[in-house]
């Protein structure tokens, strides 16, 4: 067994971690996920981000659950008013998502068409009209995990624009769903081959 001072074992861990961290990226990168793009409103401005960390997670109550980085801009307002929209964008949005991207504050809502309640839960939180679907949110629970916050929201509301053409994101690329037209449950040994070169 070798015994190694304190300090170079811990050296030693820190330089796994990293690269477990790094590993752990290269392959996320390769999870390909819908765009969404949170909103939210403070009584003042409107908040908003990108974001592919979103997943249904109840139909008993209705709910889904994002994770935000604690580091957003969109956190803080996002807890305090504690609701919020998932813009879930449709592949004729990916302007709007690159557009979010780069711009910060209000100037991320300059491009598409954005809509808002004039009253009730909602009031003056951005919606997307062109977005696949809306939902909107209260939040139920939220809790720190590194260096993000899931949160769980209660869907309130949902507009359905009634698209199946999700904006997706895989390996820092845009794209979009295409169905494999296998419409016909098939035999295993049928589903193998077609992955066999």
């Not at 001072?5 to 996920?33: F, I």
């Not at 592949?91 to 557009?99: F, G, K, Q």
Request: proline share 5%; charged share 20%; glycine share 6%.
């Amino acid at each position: 067994m070798l015994f190694l001072p304190k300090v170079l074992d811990s050296v030693l861990r820190a330089s796994e971690d990293k690269t477990a961290a790094l590993d752990v990226r290269r392959v996320m990168r390769h999870v390909g996920s819908t765009v969404t793009i949170i909103t939210t409103h403070d009584g003042s401005q409107p908040y908003g981000m990108v974001a592919t960390a979103m997943m249904s997670l109840s139909l008993e109550p209705p709910a889904l659950a994002i994770g935000i980085n604690r580091s957003a801009s969109i956190n803080k307002p996002l807890l305090e008013r504690r609701a919020f929209c998932i813009n879930i964008l449709s592949h004729y949005d990916e302007d709007i998502s690159r557009r979010f991207t780069k711009l910060s504050g209000a100037a991320r809502f300059l491009a598409g068409n954005w809509r808002t309640d004039d009253a009730g839960l909602f009031q003056d939180i951005p919606y997307l009209t062109t977005a696949q679907a809306a939902l909107f949110c209260m939040l139920d629970t939220s809790t720190d995990s590194g260096t993000h916050r899931l949160i769980v929201g209660l869907i309130q509301r949902a507009i359905d624009n009634a698209v199946d053409d999700p904006l997706l994101y895989c390996d820092g690329t845009y794209g979009q769903f295409n169905k494999t037209g296998l419409d016909q449950p098939q035999a295993l040994d049928d589903r193998l081959a077609l992955c066999r070169p």
